[in-house]
């Protein structure tokens, strides 16, 4: 099986997951479904050669964001709710983001090509098959070590800058969930060092009746 073929089933497969999780009413299933797209869109970049953002996509989107929704769905127990929906104004909306989808990725393959076209070499003479020296190939740098060695060097001021915004992100979610009531009794660690032993233990006598 050929690269060409495993990519038109891997894209087909993608699509058809695309569709069921934005057609199916359970929210457990269109889950389902987005991790199998997940998965797919992964299984592309891999036959393209973009390991590292294949492993990405299944490290990020699929180990942490979608079972993180699935198990958000399943402990909120989603139920099916009897809304009517309009669906003539759903299907103007699909078309007209089809529309752009469609017009971003034809100017996109427009601009690809030109930048084949500048080359110099028609496109017939560039689908004839060339020898490659895999003992060149092994010393050259892989995809994963080239974008580290740009990802630290030549953005390394937007890679801290995007690390500080995390930061900030993760503190403003921690001081939102925290409990901020007035009157709530809480423990005085200071205060329990600095009592005075003298006070603590009381000494009483007990008679006998």
Not at 10 to 35: E, R, T
Not at 113 to 140: H, M, R
Request: contains cysteine.
């Amino acid at each position: 099986m050929t690269s060409t073929t495993l990519f038109w089933i891997f894209s087909i497969i993608s699509l058809i997951s695309a569709c069921m999780v934005v057609s199916l009413s359970n929210a457990v299933y269109s889950v389902l479904f987005l991790i199998v797209v997940f998965c797919n869109t992964a299984s592309i970049l891999l036959l393209l050669g973009a390991e590292f953002l294949s492993f990405l996509f299944l490290i990020v989107y699929v180990g942490a964001i979608a079972v993180l929704f699935l198990f958000v769905v399943m402990m909120l127990n989603v139920k099916i709710d009897g809304v009517k929906i309009n669906y003539s104004t759903i299907f103007l909306i699909g078309i007209l983001i089809s529309l752009i989808l469609l017009i971003q990725i034809w100017t996109a393959l427009q601009l690809d090509i030109e930048a084949y076209d500048n080359i110099g070499v028609p496109l017939s003479q560039n689908n004839f098959p060339t020898i490659i020296s895999w003992i060149q190939e092994n010393e050259l740098p892989s995809n994963t070590e080239s974008i580290g060695l740009i990802l630290y060097t030549s953005y390394s001021l937007v890679f801290i800058m995007c690390a500080f915004i995390l930061l900030l992100a993760m503190i403003g979610s921690i001081v939102l969930t925290m409990n901020q009531r007035s009157g709530v009794k809480t423990q005085q660690i200071t205060l329990q060092l600095y009592r005075n032993q003298n006070k603590v233990v009381r000494f009483i006598d007990l008679r006998k009746n």
